[in-house]
T-cell receptor
């Protein structure tokens, strides 16, 4: 059973489109995260939810909107996609509401905007 | 603010050799956690090893071990008997302990040559 599951794994879309990435974890973790990994492999946190409450909201374009219907799910919706949004997006979760034990990551979604 | 520095952008060694990846961090906290993550070409982020700052004993996981020097704020990863499957990006990460966030280094690309 996959612990943190992201769909889709690959997403190719045209500029201006709206797309969503879904994430689900079956670990019973309270906290979930969205990260963006750019072409240089740098990891940048975007959002975090703890038990459906937004706790980290880094400076990202407001075209990006996270949604957490319950603590096992955290989705990322992106409006009006731009070329610069092309990257790998990772979902992750952590136990006990803190980062003490590190994160468990999904397999990533490679988004390509053409 | 905490920072994590990985000074080696890329390294390569022959299979079966031992390799050490360096990581330094900056913090004024006394209670914190350190991690090494591996990202192979499959892009999955995998937790390799975790160290608790208040434990003096260096963490080990099979062929992976760390040299944790708290006073020097250094946390290097040693890979013994390197294998082709160790080829990956390796990220060092820091967690304050009372915080959700992991602070990430820029990564070291490790290539194991046959």
């Amino acid at each position: 059973d996959t612990a943190v599951s992201q769909t889709p794994k690959y997403l190719v879309t045209q500029m201006g489109n709206d797309k969503s990435i879904k994430c689900e974890q079956n670990l019973g973790h309270d906290t979930m995260y969205w990260y963006k990994q750019d072409s240089k492999k740098f990891l940048k946190i975007m959002f975090s939810y703890n038990n459906k409450e937004l706790i980290i909201n880094e400076t990202v374009p407001n075209r990006f909107s996270p949604k957490s219907p319950d603590k096992a799910h955290l989705n990322l919706h992106i409006n009006s996609l731009e070329l610069g949004d092309s990257a790998v997006y990772f979902c992750a979760s952590s136990q006990a509401g803190r980062g003490n034990y590190g994160y468990t990551f999904g397999s990533g979604t490679r988004l390509t905007v053409v | 603010a905490q920072t994590v520095t990985q000074s080696q952008p890329e390294m390569s060694v022959q299979e079966a050799e031992t390799v050490t990846l360096s990581c330094t961090y900056d913090t004024s906290e006394s209670n914190y956690y350190l991690f090494w993550y591996k990202q192979p070409p499959s892009r999955q982020m995998i937790l390799v090893i975790r160290q608790e700052a208040y434990k003096q004993q260096n963490a080990t996981e099979n062929r992976f071990s760390v040299n944790f020097q708290k006073a020097a704020k250094s946390f290097s990863l040693k890979i013994s008997d390197s294998q082709l499957g160790d080829t990956a990006m390796y990220f060092c990460a820091f967690n304050e302990g009372s915080n959700y966030q992991l602070i990430w280094g820029a990564g070291t690309k490790l290539i194991i040559k046959p």
